[in-house]
């Protein structure tokens, strides 16, 4: 795009830029002013010509919100959330004033992600190639290991309640170098069209954190709709490849796994992967990860946590 436009005047320009779709940024911040500076100077780099930042502040201490104004007036505008609502609670802000804006693309970014400047042009132009889409995720590194893969997308099991990136930890040598289908788009930088939303609905704020992307994919795909995995589209992730996870993300993230299949699944499943998890997974981890036992507490809660209540199915708009 940016090519054709050399050597076009202003007027030609400006009218070449409005015919591009409308895209909302929607970034989320809680107590991360470091990375969700960087990142947003990452998205200042971006030269896509129709696109605005609205930054979720959830709760931050330190009125981090007010210094996000001051340092990015007029690039980003700042939502105030009083307390932290959770990733699908405050993402769900932001995707309502981008609706409200008449945007023709939501894009959820992480605070914690820096961006290739043409990563967008290649989202859009991807998601506007393809009637079906449902969203779009780009290749993600490791932001300390330039080339190695973080995600490129994800597969979901309903009858293991598991996940899985794929790529992950890979070095980059051109494997995942087409546009391909996935199970679900990562929630790292995921690009919805507005049409898709309304279609699906919001993220599922039974959630809280963790698996909220990985649910709204799997009821678009119920609805007919596709992920897609672009290529061409690159941002790094400051994620460590063998972090140590405290017991609140544990919980979380295994409670939130069986919700899914519960919300998602049959009975069947839910029996299935409970057993799979019980029989098969526990033990196999813990035997070769004994110094992680202080984690069963945590684990065992998650499993038999009770459902929330059952997301509609219908848009929730």
């Known amino acids: ?16 830029m409005s015919r591009l779709p409308a895209v909302c940024i929607v970034v989320l911040n809680w107590n991360g002013l470091s990375d969700t500076r960087e990142c947003l ?10 696109f605005h ?5 959830n709760g931050s201490e330190a009125d981090e919100a007010s210094v996000i104004e001051r340092e990015f007036r007029g690039f980003a505008q700042v939502i105030r959330n009083q307390r932290n609502l959770g990733f699908a609670a405050g ?32 989202l859009v132009t991807a998601a506007e190639e393809r009637i ?18 973080y995600s490129t997308g994800g597969t979901v099991n309903v009858w293991t309640a598991t996940a899985r990136q794929v790529g992950r930890g890979q070095q980059d040598r051109g494997q995942f170098d087409r546009i391909e289908e996935r199970g679900y788009a990562d929630g790292l930088c995921m690009l919805m069209p507005a049409a898709a939303i309304e279609r699906v609905g919001l993220l599922d704020e039974d959630y809280f954190a963790y698996w909220e992307e990985t649910d709204w ?17 690159r941002v790094w992730h400051k994620a460590a490849r063998s972090r140590r996870r405290d017991n609140t993300y544990r919980y979380l993230y295994r409670r939130n796994a069986f919700l899914f299949v ?25 035997l070769t990860h004994p110094a992680d036992l202080g984690r069963v507490p945590a684990e065992a809660r998650a499993l038999f946590a009770k459902a929330g209540r059952r997301a509609r199915q219908g848009p929730l708009l």
């Open 1 to 16: 795009m940016l090519k054709n436009l050399h050597g076009m005047n202003a007027r030609a320009i400006l009218v070449a």
């Open 262 to 286: 519960r919300k998602r699944g049959k009975l069947v499943h839910f029996v299935t992967a409970l057993l799979v998890h019980l029989l098969v997974y526990a033990p196999r981890y813990f």
């Open 41 to 50: 100077q990452s998205l200042q780099k971006t030269p896509y010509g129709n």
């Open 217 to 233: 994919c799997y009821r678009a795909g119920e609805a007919g709709l596709r992920c897609y995995y672009v290529p061409g589209a």
């Open 53 to 57: 930042v609205v930054v979720v502040d």
């Open 91 to 122: 993402a769900n802000f932001g995707i309502h004033h981008g609706l409200s804006t008449g945007a023709d693309h939501i894009l959820l970014l992480n605070n914690d992600v820096v961006t290739d400047p043409g990563f967008l042009s290649e």
């Open 132 to 149: 079906d889409v449902a969203a779009v995720c780009p290749k993600a590194f490791f932001y300390g290991e330039r080339n190695v893969i």
